[in-house]
């Protein structure tokens, strides 16, 4: 099945930096890639998705990249601001198959 | 609408209780799942439902039994309750597309056995 991994586990960042979470995908034929967040005792959220067919994908200060050929894909954030704190968590998955989950990445913006 | 909900919000239940969370959606959607979230390891699927009257085991589907009995309920079942099973619990729904199938998460359901 599916594996994904996800790094890093925590990242703290001054606020209106930038902030780089990764994951790698064990199966080559995974066609979508979501990535979720989720405030601290509240239920995840999707935030930005990626299909195969696409590299890349922006919307305001977050982005996600798509390398098919290395399986893997990262979430930008610009800009990052308190309210950004949150675990962010990536997937991945198959055609008609279940998402599977990374571990999940804690990021902490400090004013 | 109130999109996917969960009862109960927080339980605590002695070693070999049993239990039943009941996770209901409006959104008339297919698909139904059961996460559970432990410090460190993400969301492990136990089970997932792709239609009324089907289920299917996730990644950590033992000492859990669920049911679909209506398109918009999905039952998690814990017949004999055991301190690993301490957890948070969320419940989520999509519809049946593949490479599209974002999925919306219920509140979470907050259990410790004891």
């Known amino acids: 099945g599916e594996n994904v991994e996800q790094h890093p586990s925590t990242l703290s960042v001054q606020e209106g930096d930038s902030a780089v979470i990764k994951c790698t995908y064990s199966?080559?034929?995974?066609?979508?890639f979501p990535w979720y967040k989720q405030e601290l005792g509240k239920r995840p959220q999707l935030i930005i998705d990626?299909?195969?067919?696409?590299g890349e994908k922006k919307d305001q200060r977050i982005a996600v990249t798509l390398n098919k050929t290395a399986k893997h894909f990262s979430l930008h954030i610009t800009e990052t601001q308190p309210e950004d704190s949150a675990v962010y968590f990536c997937?991945?998955?198959?055609?008609?198959?279940?998402?599977?989950f990374g571990k999940g990445t804690m990021l902490l913006v400090s004013p | 609408n109130a999109g996917v909900t969960q009862t109960p919000k927080f339980r605590v239940l002695k070693t070999g209780q049993s239990m039943t969370l009941l996770c209901a959606q409006d959104?008339?959607?297919?698909?139904m799942y059961w996460y559970r979230q432990d410090p460190g390891m993400g969301l492990r699927l136990i089970h997932y439902?792709?239609?009324?009257?089907?289920?299917a085991k996730g990644e950590v589907p033992d000492g859990y039994n669920v049911s679909r009995l209506k398109k918009q309920n999905f039952l998690l079942g814990l017949e004999s309750a055991a301190p690993s099973q301490t957890s948070v619990y969320f419940c989520?729904?999509?519809?049946?597309?593949?490479?599209?199938?974002?999925?919306?998460f219920g509140p979470g359901t907050r259990l410790t056995v004891l």
């Open positions: 199966d080559s034929a995974s066609n979508y």
């Open positions: 997937a991945a998955i198959r055609g008609y198959s279940t998402l599977t």
């Open positions: 439902s792709v239609g009324e009257g089907t289920t």
């Open positions: 989520a729904s999509s519809y049946f597309r593949p490479r599209n199938n974002e999925q919306f």
């Open positions: 959104m008339n959607h297919e698909y």
């Open positions: 990626i299909r195969s067919n696409v």
